[in-house]
């Protein structure tokens, strides 16, 4: 997606952070920016505030992406209102967009929620993949990673479905545990014994 928007009209922000709390949130945001954020929260958010704003008037629409959103706190979620109440009578400084799993929309649909989930102007929901569309997306990967052969047998593949259910994060997580434990055991393809051993050893602990 960020590679099909123009850098020259956006900025991409990029956070990531399972436990995020505002102050980490104001810290990256600035980091990303070019700024060296204020110690207190309340002058970091301030100053957010204020380079947002410089940034859509140089004519640049700034985007924060938030991943894991699934797992933001009450308090998070406020900070979140207030940077999409920034500009009420005019158009927000900033685009956001909120990535998680399942639990997000069950999480905004809770009363407590009811302001943010009001602001949300578009939702999208992305399915599981089937177990063509799942041997596919992983082939695709390793297409991209210039692979000069298969890596993965068909055996492997089905145990990756079985156990990811086509969810695209968890494909990801074992389909890489995978290739990590076959380097380091010298091994040049991943078979369904591998990835068996991958799961139980590594993703069920």
Request: charged residues 30%; aromatic residues 6%; glycine residues 4%.
């Amino acid at each position: 997606m960020a590679a099909e928007l123009d850098k020259n009209r956006h900025r991409i922000l990029y956070v990531y952070d399972s436990d995020l709390t505002p102050r980490n949130f104001y810290v990256e945001t600035l980091h990303q920016l070019g700024y060296k954020p204020r110690f207190y929260r309340g002058d970091a958010k301030r100053q957010l505030t204020k380079a947002l704003s410089e940034i859509t008037q140089e004519g640049q629409i700034p985007v924060i992406v938030v991943d894991e959103a699934h797992l933001l706190s009450h308090e998070m979620l406020e900070e979140i209102r207030f940077l999409l109440n920034l500009e009420m009578d005019s158009k927000s400084s900033c685009s956001l967009i909120l990535v998680g799993q399942t639990e997000l929309r069950l999480k905004l649909k809770l009363q407590i929620h009811q302001a943010i989930d009001g602001r949300v102007d578009m939702r999208f929901h992305l399915e599981d993949m089937s177990h063509e569309e799942t041997v596919t997306y992983v082939k695709r990967h390793l297409d991209r990673a210039k692979c000069p052969r298969e890596i993965f047998t068909d055996s492997a593949l089905q145990v990756i479905y079985d156990y990811s259910g086509g969810r695209p994060r968890k494909v990801n997580k074992v389909s890489h545990s995978c290739l990590m434990a076959a380097a380091s055991q010298k091994k040049q393809l991943v078979d369904d014994y591998l990835v068996k051993e991958v799961i139980v050893s590594e993703l069920e602990v």
